[in-house]
T-cell receptor
């Protein structure tokens, strides 16, 4: 059974550009969540999608957006990149409704560097 | 207030010895789940073990066990018989049951180094 696949693994972008990251969840999983990991702030929740609908959103500016497709694949987009957006972006896949006992399985992440 | 606290930034352990990684949490939600993840230098977060707030027994998964003390709000990870491959960052996380709070909240992590 394939795990969570995130592409690309590494990205280098220039300030002001935009970027799109992709996440393919485990087959059968309908919930996809995104997290940002930085040395200073640690792991922070960005948003969660379930059945193509955003269900939860973290405390990030509107430059961060996402969507989910009918096959549960998800993309997140960051517009007008800033140096502080440099981070490891992790995608997590869950089977169903993300109740408290729902395990989340992560991909290897996309490491974004903004120069 | 921090919801997940990991007070050990770094830990050293000798190969084949046991090690305990501390985690305390804060929530008023009676229904919650506690998770431990391992993150090697490659970046992937690897799920290790889960404990539900209503579970009566401590969770175990192979060499990993979770010492769950609900009254003290602690969920310490115990790794028995450490191996060199256990060297990594370890994160404690919580998912609450209330709608709108179901994102995982992570602690700051503990870097474990296993020495030969």
């Amino acid at each position: 059974k394939a795990g969570v696949t995130q592409t690309p693994r590494y990205l280098i972008k220039t300030r002001g550009q935009q970027v799109t990251l992709s996440c393919s969840p485990i087959s059968g999983h309908r919930s996809v969540s995104w997290y940002q990991q930085t040395p200073g702030q640690g792991l922070q929740f960005l948003f969660e999608y379930f059945s193509e609908t955003q269900r939860n959103k973290g405390n990030f500016p509107g430059r961060f957006s996402g969507r989910q497709f009918s096959n549960s694949r998800s993309e997140m987009n960051v517009s007008t990149l800033e140096l502080g957006d440099s981070a490891l972006y992790l995608c997590a896949s869950s089977l169903a409704g993300a109740g408290p006992n729902t395990e989340a399985f992560f991909g290897q992440g996309t490491r974004l560097t903004v120069v | 207030a921090q919801k997940i606290t990991q007070t050990q930034p770094g830990m050293f352990v000798q190969e084949k010895e046991a090690v305990t990684l501390d985690c305390t949490y804060d929530t008023s939600d009676p229904s919650y789940g506690l998770f431990w993840y391992k993150q090697p230098s490659s970046g992937e977060m690897i799920f290790l073990i889960y404990q539900g707030s209503y579970d009566q027994q401590n969770a175990t998964e192979g060499r990993y066990s979770l010492n769950f003390q609900k009254a003290r709000k602690s969920a310490n990870l115990v790794i028995s018989a450490s191996q060199l491959g256990d060297s990594a960052m370890y994160f404690c996380a919580m998912r609450e049951g209330l709608a709108g709070r179901r994102a995982l909240t992570f602690g700051s992590g503990t870097r474990l180094q296993v020495q030969p």
